[in-house]
């Protein structure tokens, strides 16, 4: 069972323009939510996270929003770069879980 | 100097082998996991430890055995190797539950031929 849903398993954007990266959960106790980036044959690697108490944070051209009502997150990316392009999965836990829950990630292609 | 580091990076044996993969954490983290990335790219808990002490155990089948020699090691070990197994096996670490971010290593692509 998913808790955490990426419905985009793809996105193409142009380079300079906004990535807008989509995220849902099922699981009312998560209240820390995370950003990962992965590239093919590397490790996920953290990119920015975002506590319940808010509903934005902002790092460079990486900003995410929380929706708590609608159990939903987002990242912005602006501007969207070519070395943007990776898989993006967004992660979810709780105040005192250990694990992670991830969504199945969203290949995104920043075209020049 | 890398913070989580795992080896091998790729393994291709046969059906009913027992194999290892290794892994370490300079980071002084208390927790490290192991997570499986299947065919359709999720990302799924498998185990996890805390100060050498298992934590979590999801729903694995008992071939697959953990062993963490202290805080910044730890390995999995697979016995009777089958077809299903094959997949990519992440490493991570983390410091204590909730917020915090966890460390991933890049990775061992197992494939079981």
């Known amino acids: 069972d998913q808790q955490v849903k990426q419905n985009s398993p793809s996105l193409s954007v142009q380079e300079g323009r906004i990535s807008i990266l989509n995220c849902d959960y099922t699981?009312?106790?998560?209240?820390?939510f995370l950003w990962y980036k992965k590239y093919p044959a590397e490790g996920p690697t953290f990119l920015i996270s975002?506590?319940?108490?808010?509903d934005k944070n902002e790092d460079g051209r990486f900003t995410v929003f929380l929706n708590k009502s609608a159990k939903h997150l987002s990242l912005h990316i602006v501007p969207s770069q070519p070395g943007d392009s990776a898989v993006y999965f967004c992660?979810?836990?709780?105040?005192?879980?250990?694990?992670?829950?991830f969504g199945a990630g969203t290949t995104v292609t920043v075209r020049a | 100097d890398t913070a989580v580091s795992q080896t091998p990076k790729y393994l291709v044996t046969q059906m009913g082998n027992d194999k290892s993969i290794k892994c370490e954490q300079n980071?002084?983290?208390?927790?490290m996991y192991w997570y499986k990335q299947d065919s359709k790219k999720f990302l799924k808990i498998m185990f996890s430890?805390?100060?050498?002490?298992?934590?979590i155990n999801e729903t694995v089948p008992n071939r697959f055995s953990p062993k963490s020699p202290d805080k910044a090691h730890l390995n999995l070990h697979i016995n009777s190797l089958e077809l299903g197994d094959s997949a990519v096996y992440f490493c991570?670490?983390?410091?204590?539950?909730?917020?915090?971010?966890?460390?991933f290593g890049q990775g061992t692509r197992l494939t079981v031929v």
């Open positions: 991570a670490s983390s410091q204590g539950a909730g917020t915090g971010n966890a460390f």
């Open positions: 699981n009312s106790m998560f209240d820390y």
């Open positions: 992660a979810a836990r709780g105040s005192n879980d250990y694990k992670l829950s």
């Open positions: 975002i506590s319940s108490i808010k």
């Open positions: 980071l002084g983290h208390d927790t």
């Open positions: 430890y805390n100060n050498k002490e298992l934590i």
